[in-house]
């Protein structure tokens, strides 16, 4: 069965403090690796495509990286801003049509 | 601004009415879908559509019913038949380019849905 898992559930740094967000996926046909930022009570906005193993992307202090099995999301000198819940999602053929699946996401906080 | 927008914000239902979401979107995408989104859960598939008048069932469309008559506008209406509706539902729009593969899901601000 097709399924992307996000670890930790939550994850609470202190301003300044690196960590990194995992997300491991089992689908068959890889076609794509979505992340998404999602405030509380708002629309997830979009991060980053990965497509291939050993690839990365980065946008200010997140730089997102792909294996075969899982992506990190790494997240280096953390702000209080960057405080959000982060999603993981794999477009993957499934049930006969292309279609994104999501993890539950990483809600991480970040304190001054 | 190119963009999706949803209405209402908030939606509040009784017992045994339809409600409908209202979601446009001015990026001239041709796929648009809706979401489900509950607490602890990933986002989950309702409806799909691809070109206007087609759309596809998700994964979990029971309860569930779209129209894609426009290009830019996308409703949902939500049922008496669904039996616990009260959730976040986000609708997103998307490029084309042949069968999905490639192209970015962009998200609207959202609608909460509360049944009393």
């Known amino acids: 069965e097709d399924q992307v898992t996000q670890s930790p559930e939550a994850l609470r740094l202190q301003e300044g403090e690196s960590s990194s967000l995992n997300c491991s996926y089992t689908?068959?046909?890889?076609?794509?690796l979505f992340w998404y930022r999602q405030d509380p009570g708002k629309g997830p906005e979009f991060l980053f495509t990965?497509?291939?193993a050993g690839e990365e992307k980065e946008k200010e202090r997140l730089k997102a990286t792909l294996t075969k099995k899982e992506s990190f999301l790494h997240i280096t000198a953390p702000k209080p801003e960057d405080s959000a819940t982060y999603l993981c999602?794999?477009?993957?053929?499934?049930?006969?049509?292309?279609?994104?699946?999501f993890g539950a996401g990483t809600r991480l906080a970040v304190h001054p | 601004d190119g963009g999706i927008t949803q209405s209402p914000k908030y939606l509040f239902r009784k017992e045994g009415q339809n409600v409908t979401l209202s979601c446009e979107q001015n990026?001239?995408?041709?796929?648009m879908y809706w979401y489900r989104q509950d607490p602890g859960q990933g986002l989950r598939l309702i409806y799909y559509?691809?070109?206007?008048?087609?759309?596809q069932k998700g994964d979990i469309a029971e309860g569930y019913s779209v129209s894609r008559e426009k290009k830019e506008s996308f409703p949902l209406t939500v049922t008496s038949a669904q039996k616990n509706p009260t959730a976040f539902y986000l609708c997103?729009?998307?490029?084309?380019?042949?069968?999905?593969?490639?192209?970015?899901?962009?998200f609207g601000p959202g609608t909460r849905l509360t049944v009393l």
């Open positions: 997103a729009s998307s490029g084309t380019s042949g069968d999905l593969i490639t192209d970015t899901q962009y």
């Open positions: 689908v068959s046909g890889l076609r794509g």
């Open positions: 990965l497509y291939s």
């Open positions: 999602a794999v477009r993957a053929f499934s049930g006969g049509y292309n279609k994104l699946i």
């Open positions: 990026l001239n995408h041709d796929a």
């Open positions: 559509s691809q070109i206007v008048n087609d759309f």
